[in-house]
C-alpha cells in the first residue's frame, strides 16, 4: 500500500475537524473536533517519521499527546465552568468576556 | 607687573553682603542699610589703599594682577578668574565706590518710608560688586560676568517698585535693549578667541597688530554694539528714558554715573582693536555724534525733570563715545568727562530726587517752580552741578567738554569739521535744556498745587549732594591740571602723540566758540522758560512734538522690531497650529480609521476567531510554499 495514503487520510481527518470547529456552536463538539486535527496531526507526524526513516515525527507526536491531554483538562474544565454559569455550552453565548 | 592681595575683597565684600541681606529677609530690615553703606565705604577703601600703593610706583609695577582661581582650563585655551587693576581700572573703581557711596548714604534717607529698604541695598551691593567685576576683570570673558551682573541689577532695580506694571514693563525693556548689545559682546568674545585664541586683554592687544583689518573692523562693530546697549547709544537707547522708573538714587547711580559708562570702558579697554581700525572708530564716532544730538534734542522738550535728565545722561556719553572714537588721545577725555559727568550728573540726579522728596513725589518740572526759596541746598548744589555741564569756566564740564570739541575739531581729515560742529551745536543744545530744567525748577512762580510747602532735605540727602557739587567744581581743574588724567592714563591707551597735525581751529578760538554757543542756548531757554505754564501747551511746532516722542524712537522700533516680531510668532503660531498639530492629527485620524474597521474583527465570536487563524495558517502556508518553490 502506497505509504502517501496515509498523509490522505492525515488531511481529509484534519479538515474534517477543522470544518467541525467553523461550523458547530456546542463547545463540546467544537472540542471533539480540536482532538481529530491534534490526532490528524499525530498521523501525518508518525507518516513523515516512517518515511524518513527516522524517529524525529514519532517524538513530536508523544509531545502533542502529552499537551493535549493537558489541553482536555483545562478546557474541559473551563467548558464546565461556562455550562454553569450560563446553562449551555454554545460557544456563541459566551461572546463576551461578563456576564 | 605687581600682584596684590586685596583686589578680591573689593568685589568679594559688597557680594557678600549682598548675599546675607537678601536671605537673611526681614531679621535684617532694622541694620541692612547700615551694613551695605558700611560695606561700599569699606570698598572705596580698598580702592583709595590701592590707588596710593599704583601711584607709588611707577611703569610697568603700577599695574597689579591677582589670580583668584583656574576657571577654564581645555588644551591651551586657558581662563583664569583673574582680577587686574591698572590706571584706567582704578579711576573706575573710585568713581564706582566713591559715588557708590554718597549714594548708598543718601539712600538711607531717601528711602527710608520704604518697607522694602534693606531689599534696595541688597541690589545696590549687588550692583558694585558686579559694576567692579566689570572693570576690574582681565579679561573679555571675566568682564562679560560683571556685565551680565550690572544688567541684572539694573533690572532689578529698574523694576524696584514692579507692582506699578508700567515700572515693571520699564524694566523688561531696560533688559532686552541690553540683551541685545549683550549679544554683540559675546559675538566679539567668540570672535576675538577664533582670531587670537585667547580672550584675555593683553592677548588681544598682542595680536591686534598682526590680525587682518576686516576682522578686527568686525570685532570694533560688535564691541560698538555691546556699548550701544549698555550705554543707551544709538540705536539702543530707547531703555534709558523709562529706566528712570526706578528710584532716584538708583537713576543717579546707574543710570548717570557709572554703568551707563561701561561703554566707554569697553572702548577705551579695548583701544587697540579701535587703534587699528579706521573704519570701526569711524561707526564710533557716527554713534558718538548722531546719540549727542539725539539724546539733547529730546532733552529739550521733556517735562518729566529725571527724564530730562536722563536724556542729557544719554546725550553726555555720546561726547564720551566721540571722544573714544576720535583715537589716542581721545580717550583719556572721554574718561576725563567721564568722571566730571558722574560727579555733576550724579549730583544733579540727587538733587532731582531731592526735590522729588520735598514735593511729594511729583516729577513734572512745569509743577515745581521758585524752589530755590524753598531748597536752598538742593538748589545751590544742583546749580553747581548745571554750570558744571554748561561747561561754564572754571567748572568741571569746561575742562571735559572742551578737549572733546577741541580734540573733534583737530581730527585732522575731511570730516573733522563736521563732527567738531555737531559737538559744538551740542553744547549749545544742552545749554538749552538744562537751562530750561534749571529756571523751571528752582526760578520763576510757584505752580504746585498742594496745600504742604515743599520743604528741604535731610543731612543725610544734602551732605552726599554737597560733595558731588564739590567735585563738580574742582574735578575739571584737579584732572586736567599739569595733563595728569592724560599722562596718567598714558601707559594705558597709549595716547603718547598728543599732536595735531594741523590745527583746524585754536584752543583759545574753540573754547571762545563753546562759551558763545553756551550763552546762546542759555539766554534763549531763559527768554522762553522764564514764565511757563503748568499744563504744557498743546499748540506746538513739529520739532517739538517729535523730541516729546523722544524723536519716534518707541514708534520705530514698534513699528520696525516689534510689530514685526509679532507678525512672525503669529504666523509661526498658525503654522504651528495647522502644518505641524494638522500632521499629528493626520496620524491619529488615520490610525482611528483602520481601528474602525479591524475593531469588527473583535467580534467575541469563537468560532470567527478560529476562521481567522485557519486562514491565516494557510495563507502563512501557501506564503512559504510560494517562497521555497
Known amino acids: 500500500m502506497d505509504i502517501s495514503n496515509y498523509l490522505y487520510l492525515s488531511i481529509i481527518l484534519f479538515t474534517i475537524g477543522s470544518l467541525g470547529v467553523l461550523v458547530r456552536r456546542n463547545a463540546i463538539v467544537i ?20 518515511i524518513n526513516g ?46 | 607687573m605687581r600682584t596684590s592681595n586685596h583686589l578680591v575683597y573689593l568685589i568679594a565684600l559688597p557680594l557678600f553682603s549682598s548675599a546675607i541681606l537678601l536671605l537673611l529677609g526681614r531679621i535684617a530690615d532694622k541694620w541692612g542699610h547700615l551694613v551695605a553703606t558700611l560695606v561700599s565705604g569699606s570698598a572705596f577703601a580698598i580702592g583709595v589703599s590701592e590707588f596710593f600703593k599704583m601711584h607709588s610706583q611707577t611703569g610697568a609695577d603700577r599695574t597689579a594682577t591677582q589670580k583668584v582661581f ?12 583673574s582680577l587686574m587693576v591698572d590706571q584706567l581700572s582704578i579711576c573706575f ?42 572693570v576690574l576683570g582681565d579679561s573679555y570673558l ?23 506694571p508700567v515700572y515693571a514693563v520699564a524694566a523688561k525693556k531696560a533688559f532686552i535693549a541690553n540683551r541685545v548689545g549683550d549679544v554683540g559682546l559675546s559675538v566679539a568674545i567668540m570672535l576675538s578667541f577664533a582670531q587670537f585664541g585667547t580672550v584675555s586683554f593683553t592677548g ?22 555691546a556699548a550701544a546697549g549698555k550705554s543707551a547709544q544709538f540705536p539702543l537707547q530707547s531703555w534709558l528714558g523709562d529706566a528712570m522708573a526706578g528710584p532716584t538714587p538708583v537713576s543717579a547711580l546707574i543710570h548717570a554715573a557709572t554703568m551707563v559708562t561701561a561703554g566707554v570702558y569697553l572702548i577705551a579697554r579695548s583701544h587697540f582693536i579701535f587703534d587699528a581700525s579706521p573704519t570701526a572708530r569711524m561707526l564710533v564716532i557716527s554713534v558718538g555724534v548722531i546719540t549727542l544730538l539725539f539724546g539733547a534734542i529730546v532733552g529739550t522738550a521733556k517735562d518729566d525733570i529725571k527724564k530730562a535728565l536722563a536724556a542729557s545722561t544719554m546725550s553726555q556719553i555720546g561726547y564720551m563715545i566721540l571722544a573714544t572714537g576720535l583715537g589716542p588721545v581721545g580717550y583719556a577725555f572721554a574718561i576725563m568727562h567721564l568722571l566730571t559727568h558722574g560727579f555733576f550728573k550724579a549730583g544733579m540726579f540727587l538733587g532731582a530726587g531731592s526735590v522729588m522728596h520735598g514735593m511729594n513725589d511729583e516729577v513734572n518740572m512745569r509743577k515745581y517752580g521758585g524752589l530755590a526759596k524753598f531748597m536752598p541746598i538742593t538748589a545751590v548744589t544742583f546749580g553747581l552741578g548745571y554750570l558744571a555741564i554748561l561747561g561754564v569756566p572754571p567748572f568741571a564740564g569746561f575742562y571735559s567738554k572742551d578737549k572733546i570739541i577741541e580734540t573733534a575739531f583737530n581730527f585732522g581729515g575731511s570730516k573733522a569739521g563736521l563732527i567738531g560742529c555737531a559737538a559744538l551745536l551740542g553744547a549749545g543744545i544742552t545749554a538749552f535744556y538744562m537751562t530750561r530744567v534749571f529756571v523751571m525748577t528752582f526760578q520763576g512762580s510757584r505752580r504746585w498745587e498742594t496745600e504742604s510747602e515743599p520743604h528741604e532735605s535731610p ?3 544734602w551732605g552726599p549732594m554737597v560733595v558731588l557739587a564739590i567735585g563738580s567744581v574742582a574735578s575739571g581743574y584737579l584732572l586736567s591740571s599739569g595733563s595728569a588724567l592724560v599722562n596718567w592714563l598714558q601707559p594705558v591707551v597709549n595716547a603718547s602723540h598728543v599732536t595735531h597735525e594741523k590745527e583746524l581751529l585754536s584752543p583759545n578760538t574753540i573754547s571762545g566758540l563753546a562759551l558763545a554757543a553756551v550763552i546762546a542756548g542759555t539766554s534763549l531757554a531763559i527768554v522762553k522758560y522764564r514764565r511757563v505754564s503748568a499744563k504744557a501747551p498743546t499748540n506746538v511746532s513739529l520739532p517739538t512734538l517729535a523730541a516729546r516722542a523722544d524723536l519716534g524712537q518707541d514708534n520705530f522700533n514698534d513699528r520696525v522690531l516689534v510689530k514685526p516680531g509679532f507678525a512672525i510668532t503669529r504666523a509661526l503660531l498658525v503654522i504651528d497650529h495647522s502644518v505641524v498639530d494638522g500632521a499629528v492629527r493626520l496620524v491619529g485620524w488615520v490610525v482611528q480609521e483602520i481601528s474602525d474597521v479591524l475593531k469588527k474583527l473583535q467580534n467575541g465570536y469563537v468560532r470567527s476567531y478560529a476562521l481567522m487563524m485557519i486562514v491565516g495558517v494557510f495563507i502563512c502556508a501557501f506564503t512559504l510554499w510560494a517562497v521555497t518553490s
Open chain 1, 31 to 50: 472540542f471533539m473536533c480540536i482532538e481529530l486535527m491534534l490526532n490528524a496531526t499525530n498521523l501525518a507526524l508518525v507518516t513523515f517519521s516512517r
Open chain 2, 459 to 461: 543731612f543725610l540727602m
Open chain 2, 142 to 164: 571675566n568682564l562679560y560676568i560683571g556685565w551680565e551682573g550690572v544688567g541684572l541689577a539694573s533690572y532689578l532695580l529698574i523694576g524696584f517698585w514692579n507692582q506699578n
Open chain 2, 204 to 225: 588681544v592687544a598682542e595680536g591686534a597688530p598682526h590680525a587682518s583689518s576686516a576682522a578686527l573692523t568686525a570685532i570694533g562693530a560688535m564691541l560698538l554694539l
Open chain 2, 70 to 81: 583656574d576657571w577654564i582650563s581645555v588644551g591651551s585655551f586657558k581662563v583664569t578668574g
Open chain 2, 93 to 134: 573703581v573710585l568713581l564706582i565706590t566713591g559715588v557708590g557711596t554718597l549714594i548708598h548714604i543718601y539712600s538711607i534717607a531717601y528711602m527710608s518710608h520704604d518697607k522694602d529698604r534693606r531689599r534696595f541695598f541688597a541690589f545696590l551691593n549687588l550692583f558694585i560688586a558686579a559694576m567692579l567685576l566689570l
Open chain 1, 54 to 99: 527516522n524517529l524525529d515525527g514519532q517524538v513530536a507526536s508523544f509531545f502533542t499527546m502529552v499537551v493535549a491531554a493537558c489541553e482536555v483538562v483545562v478546557g474541559l474544565a473551563i467548558i464546565v465552568t461556562i455550562y454553569r454559569s450560563r446553562r449551555s455550552a454554545s460557544v456563541d453565548d459566551a461572546s463576551l468576556l461578563r456576564n
